[in-house]
């Protein structure tokens, strides 16, 4: 049971980025998924998660309207895209998977976890 997540790297205030949680070993379509980031210093928060049905979704205050979720099947890969990026995102983003029905912003449901991909947002 593996995850791991890419498409971090260095983006202007403004711009968008599209994170990928892959998976291997088990379906994506089995667990509720959420993204994670840790910025230095500061605690891990929840930023946005959407349940295996797709049902229940939750997103940071300061995600909303900015962040989405997405799911490929055929890929076994969950997205987040994320629109007028703000430097206050700049962080280790990871994401995170629990057999839950439902959305929650607390990590310790979370059993598996990716290594993490890091995201810049500067000028």
């Known amino acids: 049971v593996q995850l791991q997540a890419s498409g971090g790297g260095l983006v202007r205030p403004g711009e968008s980025l599209e994170l990928s949680c892959a998976a291997s070993?088990?379906?994506?379509?089995?667990?509720?998924i959420a993204w994670f980031r840790q910025a230095p210093g500061k605690e891990r928060e929840g930023v946005s998660c959407?349940?295996?049905?797709?049902?229940?979704?939750y997103y940071l205050d300061s995600a909303k309207g900015r962040f989405s979720n997405s799911r490929d099947k055929a890929k076994n890969t969950v997205y987040l895209q994320i629109n007028t990026m703000k430097p206050e995102d700049t962080a280790v983003y990871y994401c995170?998977?629990?057999?839950?029905?439902?959305?929650?912003?607390?990590?310790?449901?979370?059993?598996?976890w990716g290594q993490g991909t890091q995201v810049t947002v500067s000028s």
């Open positions: 995170a998977a629990a057999r839950l029905s439902s959305c929650t912003g607390n990590k310790n449901w979370y059993s598996y």
């Open positions: 070993g088990f379906s994506l379509d089995e667990f509720t």
């Open positions: 959407v349940s295996n049905s797709g049902s229940s979704t």
